[in-house]
């Protein structure tokens, strides 16, 4: 079983960067796919990248890729989305997932599979 913390958002100006954390206790996190989606209000949940932590294979929306960088620290069971480029259109909810023993070939908008899931933290991209 996993508890998942995501932390690091916020306000910020388009343009501006962000680093969200998803601390994991519980298990390693070696055998899960670890996912972060977003939901804005009104918007159905969106994926927005995934690693995989068997492998280490990554996956970005077409939304955010070039954008936003997906990494996964292996000495304490934490992940990372590096967000770039902000646009008022990544306002979002963004919460993170696990997998057990899932697939990160490409990401998953409707979260299925994915088990334990964090409180999420906001992300507000605004002038």
């Known amino acids: 079983q996993q508890q998942l913390r995501e932390s690091g958002g916020g306000l910020v100006q388009p343009g501006g960067s962000l680093r969200l954390s998803c601390a994991a206790s519980?298990?390693?996190?070696?055998?899960?796919?670890i996912g972060w989606f977003r939901q804005a209000p009104g918007k159905e949940r969106e994926g927005v990248s995934c690693?995989?932590?068997?492998?280490?294979?990554?996956n970005y929306a077409d939304s955010v890729a070039g954008r936003f960088t997906i990494s996964r620290e292996k000495s304490e069971p934490t992940v990372y989305l590096q967000m770039n480029s902000l646009k008022p259109e990544d306002t979002a909810i963004y919460y993170c997932a696990t997998d057990l023993f899932g697939s990160c070939n490409e990401v998953s908008n409707s979260g299925n599979g994915y088990d334990f899931w964090g409180q999420g933290t906001q992300v507000t991209v605004s002038s």
């Open positions: 690693i995989s932590g068997i492998d280490g294979m990554t």
């Open positions: 519980g298990s390693s996190l070696d055998y899960y796919v």
